[in-house]
Each structure stands twice: as C-alpha cells, then as structure tokens.
C-alpha cells in the first residue's frame, strides 16, 4: 500500500510537461484578462499585469523548448486547452471601476498566485525527471517572485 501511493506522487516526464504547460496557459489568459479588467482605472496595475502575463508566455516557450529537446514537444496539446472566462459574476461590472473593486480583484489575483507557487513547489517537489528539474525551479523561482511582486501591490 505504501508503495502505491509513493509512485502515485511521481508524473511521466510528458504528463509533468502537460500539466506545467496547462497550468501556465491558464494563467497567461488569467493575467491577460486581469491587464484588461484594470485598464480604465489602474493603468499602472494593467501594465503591470501584462508583464506578468507575457513572462508567461516567456516561460510556455521556454518549456516548449526543453520539450523539443527531450523530444517530448508533440506532448504538449495545446487543442485541449480550456478556453476560461476570467468574468466574476459577483461584480456588475468587467472593468474594474472603484477602488473597493480594485482590492478585490487583486486580492483574488494574490491569491491565485500563491496556489501557482504551491502547485510548481509540489511539480519540482515530485519531479523524478533530471531534465525537469532546472525548468521547474526556475519557474518555482519566478512564480515566487511574482506572488511576492503582487503581494507587495496589495500591501501598498
């Protein structure tokens, strides 16, 4: 039993790369949309959104590449990738228009963040590929840095 649920914690090298893959192209979209939602009343905050969001890009590409490399790149499906409205229906509005709004939308942003950083440390965590490792903890670094770079924003 033991046994089980010890190999059960470790991922093909392809099914690590899909899930990175996956989750990463969320959270590109995620920012993308959160970039959008600030634009009329936190210019600074959009901006800083869509940095946020084409470092994801930079990071897709990047484990795209370590995928050509190990010759796992056809792994990568990105037909399947879910196409997420990042809309909360608990606002009447998409734009975000005060600043109680504001703290919201960045608290959930925060947030967001932070289950990222949990789930990359437990990928890097459970990765069994040597090839992975460097990727991983550069992304666990990144992620880091972003979750702190928001959370920083919301202290201000």
Request: net charge negative; with cysteine; hydrophobic share 45%.
């Amino acid at each position: 039993m033991l046994m089980d649920n010890f190999t059960a914690l470790f991922f093909l090298p392809q099914d690590q790369i899909n899930l990175v893959h996956s989750h990463e192209t969320s959270e590109m979209n995620r920012y993308r949309w959160l970039a959008l939602r600030y634009l009329p009343f936190d210019t600074p905050m959009s901006r800083l959104m869509t940095i946020i969001g084409q470092e994801c890009v930079h990071r897709l590409l990047n484990l795209q590449e370590v995928a050509s490399r190990m010759e796992l790149g056809a792994c990568i499906d990105v037909r399947s990738l879910p196409v997420t409205s990042y809309f909360d229906n608990n606002y009447q509005h998409f734009f975000v228009v005060d600043a109680r709004m504001a703290r919201q939308v960045l608290i959930g942003a925060v947030e967001a963040a932070k289950s990222t950083c949990t789930f990359i440390s437990w990928l890097l965590e459970t990765n069994a590929t040597p090839e992975l490792h460097q990727p991983l903890f550069i992304f666990s670094i990144q992620k880091n840095n972003e979750h702190r770079i928001l959370q920083d924003y919301l202290d201000q």
